[in-house]
């Protein structure tokens, strides 16, 4: 079959095919956590956002193009009112034909009583929460007031739900060091494979990212301390490397932006709630496709998609020597962690 330009592959000038979207469907959040946001952010106008009916048709273009997964986040995406409805529709495009292999969300399960029956109904089988913490007080800390109780009410529902559940969880310098060997403990006992993740400089917070790095090198020594971590060749396209624990049986997954640069393997690109396309999540660049869908509609779309995907940058250059700059000046709940 020949591709036309509605089918045409997205491959960049490194050769890389582009088959994974995050897709931000809001900026706005239920939690404050610190390395994440401001205490108090400026949220953009609902005006600003691109419609359900305008994230599904980009999805959608995306889809066409040969995206095979398509990962729901934000901000909280869960608190964007009818975000299940833009998530049901999407779910009729899974299987074969549809051309989706997986629709996945990352939320911080706050939500997932209410929602997380309807999120398997619409096709979802696998989800990513993001729990640093078990500590109900380091926790509201770190969440900036949130409840520990609240999130683990959410695990709960979704594997009541049978979502199988990733936790990932940022490692920060002297706030959760401490507590990561025993959230790692706890989630392989749960059935959650756990993922660690190097704090990356996105955004500014209000702090120094010096005072918040902790270089995943130095918790796997600990860790190592502790039990046997056997290297998986398995990989999944993207940044993580995994392990087993052989003690636990669960799996480990190790995300280390600023340790071991992982841009050669890139198959993603992100789509910010405002319709910005990110190709990389750690330089500024930005194609802006809300503009070119409604100014050209779907034939502007493609051009756009075209443009984000030829001018994707080869690898980011994040910074967290002490005094650096932000890298990139918008937040990870902006773009879409
Ligand atoms: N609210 C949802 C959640 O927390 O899972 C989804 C959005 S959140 C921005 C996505 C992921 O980005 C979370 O796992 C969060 O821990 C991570 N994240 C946020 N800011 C980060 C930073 N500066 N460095 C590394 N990871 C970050
Ligand atoms: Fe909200 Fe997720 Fe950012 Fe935390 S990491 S403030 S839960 S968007």
């Known amino acids: 079959m020949t591709s036309t330009a509605e089918t045409k592959p997205l491959i960049d000038s490194f050769g890389r095919r582009i088959r994974y979207l995050r897709l931000s469907v809001t900026d ?4 404050r956590c610190v390395y994440c946001m401001k205490a108090q952010p400026d949220f953009l106008r609902k005006s600003e956002l691109l419609s359900l009916e305008e994230l599904e048709q ?7 193009r ?3 997964k398509i990962r729901i986040t934000g901000g909280e995406p869960l608190v964007r009112r009818d975000v299940v409805t833009l998530i049901e529709r999407l779910g009729t495009r899974l299987g074969q034909d549809g051309g989706l292999d997986e629709l996945t969300l990352t939320t911080n399960a706050t939500q997932l009583p209410r929602f997380a029956d309807r999120l398997y109904q619409a096709g979802m089988r696998r989800i990513n929460v993001s729990l640093d913490t078990l500590d109900p007080e380091r926790f509201r800390r770190l969440t900036r007031g949130g409840k520990l109780d609240d999130t683990l009410a959410g695990l709960k529902a979704a594997s009541a739900a049978g979502l199988k ?13 401490d507590d990561l060997p025993d959230l790692i403990a706890w989630a392989h006992d749960q059935g959650h494979d756990v993922t660690l993740i190097e704090v990356m400089p996105i955004g500014d917070v209000g702090l120094d990212r010096a005072i918040q790095f902790l270089p995943l090198t130095a918790v ?13 060749a398995e990989t999944t396209g993207g940044p993580a490397r995994y392990h087993r624990i052989e003690e636990t049986g669960g799996k480990l997954g190790l995300i280390t932006p600023l340790t071991g640069n992982f841009c ?13 396309l990110h190709a990389c999540l750690g330089q500024e660049g930005s194609v802006d496709l809300r503009g070119a869908l409604r100014e050209h509609g779907m034939s502007g779309l493609q051009a756009a998609l075209d443009q984000a995907v030829a001018d994707k940058p080869e690898a ?14 918008r937040s990870m709940a902006t773009t879409g962690g």
């Open 165 to 177: 559940v990733k936790l990932n969880a940022v490692a920060m310098k002297d706030e959760n060091e």
């Open 264 to 276: 050669a393997g890139c198959n993603r690109v992100r789509l910010t709630c405002t319709g910005q």
């Open 220 to 232: 796997r020594e600990r860790l190592e301390q502790r039990w046997t971590l056997t290297p998986l």
């Open 316 to 329: 980011h250059d994040f910074d967290v020597r002490p005094g650096a700059a932000p890298s990139v000046t």
């Open 58 to 64: 980009v999805a959608g273009a995306f889809i066409d």
């Open 28 to 31: 706005r959040c239920d939690l």
């Open 66 to 68: 040969g995206v095979t």
